[in-house]
């Protein structure tokens, strides 16, 4: 086992009791995955009741894809993330990911808080830089191997969040959740290929709800998205689009009704399902 492996696993197999809000939180968790099957509504379900057990701005989420023969990786982010941190975040086969797995399957399959500050490899230091820039100091990372075969991941997580510490038990929660995060990208991954692969006339309902909201949301509205996605508040957003917070805030209630959402993340979900974002492809 690596040094980085060896300090960075901890004591993921201790004990972990659950405060009052933690174990509501779990099962409100547990109970919502069922009705999870789309990329969008993943997105609502990492940023609800998750939240308050594995808090984090940034989820890469990796699955192997068989047709492809490799680990295909999607990044969820509530912060802005400059083009080249995706990418990073995003490359199975860049230089970030490979050491990252290879010290998760070096680590003998364990959760693991990396430090940031210690990816010193050559060839990663330079992304290390990238993440400290954002105020990533550490990456929480945990995965699924094939049984017998752990150099074989089937699914890969990596969460992070900017310069907030982890918790004690963060390792032993990402433990207990694991599988909830595994079997219900799996199912995403799973539906939308199903969906992709549909004949069009099988799926009609899914073109008429997409196309009039795509249609009815203007410039500015898809420029207020952004900045709702990257975390701004109403004044931030304000300040950089040059009008007044009152404006922000009639845009945002446009959108909901416009997308049929309840709350800004819902908003944000829907509009990245249907393409509205840049970047994005309707699902």
């Not at 890469?60 to 941190?85: D, K, M, N, T, W």
């Not at 550490?138 to 089937?154: C, F, N």
């Not at 433990?175 to 539906?191: C, F, G, S």
Request: with cysteine; net charge positive; aromatic share 6%.
């Amino acid at each position: 086992m690596s040094t980085i492996a060896r300090e960075a696993s901890g004591q993921a197999t201790d004990g972990l009791i659950l405060g009052p809000d933690q174990a509501d939180a779990f099962v409100r968790t547990v109970e919502a995955g069922p009705a999870v099957r789309r990329r969008s509504q993943y997105f609502i379900w990492t940023q609800s009741q998750l939240q308050t057990l594995l808090p984090h701005q940034v989820l890469a989420c990796g699955a192997y894809v068989r047709q492809r023969r490799e680990v295909v990786f999607e990044v969820f982010h509530s912060i802005a993330l400059s083009p080249e941190l995706l990418r990073a975040l995003t490359d199975a086969q860049g230089p970030l990911l490979r050491f990252i797995v290879a010290t998760w399957v070096q680590g003998e399959g364990a959760p693991l808080l990396l430090p940031v500050a210690k990816l010193r490899d050559a060839c990663v230091a330079p992304v290390a830089a990238l993440l400290l820039s954002f105020g990533i100091e550490r990456l929480l990372v945990h995965g699924v191997a094939r049984p017998q075969r752990p150099a074989e991941v089937e699914c890969f997580f990596v969460l992070a969040n900017t310069g907030q510490p982890a918790l004690p038990e963060t390792l032993a929660m990402t433990e207990l959740l694991l599988p909830y995060l595994h079997w219900i990208w799996k199912r995403v991954m799973a539906t939308e290929r199903d969906l992709a692969q549909a004949p069009t006339s099988t799926v009609p309902a899914l073109k008429s709800a997409v196309s009039p909201a795509v249609k009815r949301v203007t410039d500015r509205e898809r420029q207020v998205l952004e900045w709702v996605r990257d975390g701004k508040s109403n004044h931030e957003i304000a300040q950089l689009l040059s009008i007044s917070p009152l404006t922000v805030k009639n845009h945002i209630q446009k959108i909901l009704r416009r997308l049929g959402s309840s709350n800004r993340t819902q908003a944000v979900a829907e509009a990245i399902a249907m393409g509205l974002l840049p970047g994005a492809t309707p699902r």
